[in-house]
Nanobody
């Protein structure tokens, strides 16, 4: 069964940056669209960004120009570079396919506050 392990979260002040990573145990995911999702406290889990195997990329409007999704299939790793972070970005961040088909990992928590 595929396993997804997210890392790179933490506490950061507004305006700061973080780089999230997600490593997959399954090499077959390189043929699929991969995505980052986030779930803020008390909210549903939402799509943040997605990248397909041809490097076509989409972002939700609230992160355009601030977040960059990328993938390194040789390393089975998905990345999310997050810049100009604001309190509204506080959430647990998860990776998965898009649409989500793999078991969810534990996520990595991002807290943006002063």
């Amino acid at each position: 069964q595929v396993q997804l392990v997210e890392s790179g979260g933490g506490w950061v002040q507004p305006g700061g940056s973080l780089r999230l990573s997600c490593i997959s145990s399954d090499t077959m995911l390189k043929f699929l669209t991969m995505a980052w999702y986030r779930q803020a406290p008390g909210e549903q889990r939402d799509l943040v960004a997605a990248i397909n195997d041809g490097d076509h990329i989409m972002y939700t409007d609230s992160v355009k120009g601030r977040f960059t999704i990328s993938r390194d299939d040789a390393k089975r790793t998905l990345y999310l570079q997050m810049n100009s972070l604001g309190p509204e970005d506080t959430a647990i961040y998860y990776c998965n396919t898009h649409p989500p088909r793999a078991p969810w990992g534990q996520g990595t928590e991002v807290t943006v506050s002063s």
